[in-house]
């Protein structure tokens, strides 16, 4: 049973920074690349940004490079998303996930497994 499970959300104001966590169990977690997504209310639910399975490897979202970077730490089965000059149009619920492969993901199709999702507020 593959469980990922999110921390670190919450509400801050436009300029600040925040952290996400999500840790994952169930499977072998350094097979597998990873990915951060996020979903506002009424609206889809779009790439944040995908690393591979050793860390090599990242790609991001445009509205997100230059301010977001995610990172890994196989060793504790744990995928970061440090998040640095917030803006209004960050808010949404964050979701983690865990690929089908060992590479890189844009695609939500590409994912097996998702976290319950997290929520990220930035007040302007």
């Known amino acids: 049973q593959v469980q990922l499970v999110e921390s670190g959300g919450g509400l801050v104001q436009a300029g600040d920074s925040l952290s996400l966590s999500c840790v994952a169990s169930g499977r072998t977690f350094s097979r597998y690349g990873m990915g951060w997504f996020r979903q506002a209310p009424g609206k889809e639910r779009d790439f944040v940004a995908t690393i591979n399975w050793s860390g090599s490897s990242t790609l991001y979202a445009d509205s997100v490079k230059g301010r977001f970077t995610i990172s890994r730490d196989n060793a504790k089965n744990t995928v970061y998303l440090q998040m640095n000059s917030l803006k209004s149009e960050d808010t949404a619920v964050y979701y983690c996930?865990?690929?089908?492969?060992?590479?890189?993901?844009?695609?939500?199709?590409?994912?097996?497994?998702w976290g319950q999702g997290i929520q990220v507020t930035v007040s302007s």
């Open positions: 996930a865990l690929a089908a492969d060992s590479q890189v993901a844009v695609k939500t199709h590409h994912y097996d497994y």
